[in-house]
């Protein structure tokens, strides 16, 4: 999909949406989003905090992870959003940005906002350049 033809708008709603849905009691720092597959559907994320806190997961590895779990492959993405409550838009996290870089397309453009109207463009190769990678099977 064209970044241009990106429904921003809706994707950022989608998120802040899914950011209504977060557990997490302990940070209160609450965090959705979602990812746009080829095919048009939408998969939302939000953050799920724990006890033990490397048991937590972000709302953007819950996006991708719902998308792999209902039958989507890497490459099927073509955006993803991400919104929290915070003063500038919100950046995704090393793990999330390693994710991302494994399932998406580097040049896979990715919406940072937050809850007000303020939206940084980022692509998932700008967010994490020279990501972890298992060597090409045909090297």
Do not use: K, W
Request: glycine content about 8%.
């Amino acid at each position: 999909m064209d970044p241009d033809q990106l429904p921003v708008d809706e994707l950022l709603q989608d998120a802040r949406d899914a950011r209504l849905h977060a557990y997490a009691p302990y940070s209160r720092f609450q965090v959705g989003a979602v990812v746009l597959t080829r095919d048009g559907r939408r998969f939302p994320g939000c953050n799920v905090e724990n006890a033990a806190y490397g048991l937590c997961n972000c709302a953007e590895r819950t996006a991708l992870f719902a998308a792999i779990a209902a039958g989507c492959r890497p490459g099927d993405f073509t955006a993803l959003a991400v919104v929290a409550d915070t003063s500038a838009p919100v950046s995704p996290c090393g793990a999330c940005r390693q994710v991302m870089a494994e399932l998406c397309d580097a040049a896979m453009p990715v919406l940072l906002g937050h809850l007000g109207h303020q939206v940084q463009h980022a692509t998932v190769g700008g967010l994490l350049p020279g990501s972890f990678r298992l060597p090409d099977a045909t090297e």
